[in-house]
């Protein structure tokens, strides 16, 4: 099981704001378990925290934009993107203005020095969210999509497409994150020449220079035109008649504004608040669809905010019925364990065929036959009883008996034909023959019943 990580240390780095002009530090801490990222202004009185979750992105114009009451922080996106692509959970970000420093306008930075300081793993499991079925989002005013299907990583496919002779279409794949830092992390933002004095007459792209994006000249301009916007930015003028990138270092890529907006991606993904087992195809992506997409991977964790484990029927258990009776002291009718399909040091993920043979169907109920709750309990205990005897020597000698049970729900009927999938979790280590452990058993992708319970584990005399 993989676990939650943070910052070994805390690095700093400086540098003019993109929108806003200002110098600026932005400095990544390590923080505790379970914390996700926060940013805090430590320029504002009261020094106000905003959680970067994507229901606190405020506007997406031209980067994504997070607030908490009057305070915000823009452009977090390639700060959000090397933390996620390189497994970080848990992060406090402090920055003494209303933005990140835009830098070299890419993630390369962020990721050079989270390798410098360290990454140190945490107790916690790290919480993945298992993309199970096609979610969809559409702009239609856009004409922009992202679609995420289910798969064993987090992979990303990013198309952009712009009415431009220089960059009319191209497209960039990142099937591994272990990949990120050489394949996407030093993709540079960019922009067209065209949007340039819009940007200006909106107060945006203040600090915006040839350093730090990639400037696209592909509709030729009146030279007096365009040697005014260089004076604007300052920088030397250009021959007005030469069409193409405008860059003091050339291209990384052919297609790096492609891989630079799947790194956007990763940026705005960042604010699920919880790292995704899934693989998005982004059809001209951009901040507002990004967040929007976010939003709704959020609502659908709400509505499955507990998983129910993956289960192929057809994968060998790695327990058997025959495997279960060497640890098990319980016999028929009281087995309620069939097989163990996952175990780890701190989890168990167990099966019961429910069917119509079974006993207790005779008189709960004749007419409509209800697998009792309380078996349900016991079942899941026999699961936590396997995580714990599995490690133990001898387990033939040892039994083990409730001692309490509290926070018991029962959410639906479990009945015959019914496939329980039962997953327990040990919540503190094993102490003087007392375990404390959750338990929640699915029926499909429903969890149907949970429990806390704490047990003791005895030697038989």
């Known amino acids: 099981m993989l676990k939650q990580t943070t910052l070994r240390g805390s690095f700093s780095l400086f540098g003019k704001g993109l929108h806003t002009g200002l110098q600026l530090t932005v400095t990544f801490n390590p923080a505790p378990e379970n914390f996700g990222y926060k940013i805090k202004r430590i320029d504002l009185e009261g020094e106000p925290v905003i959680e970067a979750i994507a229901e606190n992105v405020a506007e997406t114009s031209r ?10 922080c823009s ?15 848990n992060c406090l970000i402090t920055v003494n203005g209303p933005e990140f420093p835009i830098l070299d306008g890419s993630a390369k930075q962020y990721v050079e020095n989270i390798k410098r300081v360290g990454i140190e793993e945490q107790n916690a499991p790290k919480d993945f969210y298992v993309i ?5 989002v559409r702009d239609e005013t856009s004409d922009s999509s992202i679609i995420i299907l289910p798969d ?22 990142l099937d ?78 052919y297609n790096e504004p492609a891989r630079h907006k799947l790194l956007d991606i990763i940026g705005d993904m960042a604010l699920i608040g919880r790292p995704i087992k899934g693989r998005i195809i982004a059809t001209r992506p951009g901040h507002t669809i990004n967040n ?32 279960i009776r060497e640890l098990l002291p319980h016999r028929y009718p009281m087995q309620l364990v069939d097989k163990v399909i996952a175990i780890g040091a701190n989890s168990i993920v167990a099966i019961k065929n429910v069917t119509t043979n079974e006993p207790f169907f005779q008189g709960h109920f004749p007419q409509e036959p209800v697998m009792p709750g309380v078996l349900q309990i016991e079942a899941m205990a026999q699961a936590g009883g396997l995580l714990v005897l599995n490690s133990v020597e001898e387990p033939e000698r040892w039994s083990t008996y409730f001692l309490k049970i509290d926070g018991v729900k029962f959410r639906q009927k479990v009945v015959p034909g019914d496939t329980l999938i039962f997953k327990v979790e040990l919540l503190a280590p094993l102490r003087h023959g007392i375990s404390s452990m959750k338990g929640f058993a699915f029926v499909g992708e429903k969890v149907v019943c949970e429990a806390t319970f704490t047990a003791q584990i005895v030697k038989n005399k």
Request: hydrophobic share 40%.
């Open 292 to 323: 929007k997409f976010a939003r709704q991977i959020r609502r659908e964790i709400r509505a499955h905010e507990v998983q129910a484990p993956n289960y192929d029927c057809n994968e060998a258990p790695l327990m058997d019925v025959n495997r």
């Open 63 to 72: 980067g994504t934009v997070v607030a908490k009451g009057e305070a915000r």
């Open 176 to 253: 591994d994150m272990a990949d990120f830092e050489t394949e996407i992390a030093s993709a540079r933002t960019f922009v067209f020449v065209r949007e340039i004095e819009p940007l200006l007459k909106a107060g945006l792209i203040k600090g915006g220079d040839l350093d730090n994006a990639i400037v696209i000249y592909e509709r030729q301009i009146p030279q007096e035109s365009l040697d005014k916007l260089a004076d604007y930015m300052n920088v030397e003028h250009k021959d007005a008649t030469k069409l193409g990138y405008i860059n003091d270092k050339p291209l990384v890529w």
């Open 132 to 136: 199970k079925k096609k979610i969809e």
């Open 75 to 89: 452009t977090i996106e390639h700060g959000m993107a090397a933390l996620y692509a390189m497994g970080i959970d």
């Open 152 to 173: 064993d990583q987090f992979s990303i496919t990013a198309m952009i497409s712009f009415d431009s002779q220089f960059l009319s279409s191209q497209f960039a794949t």
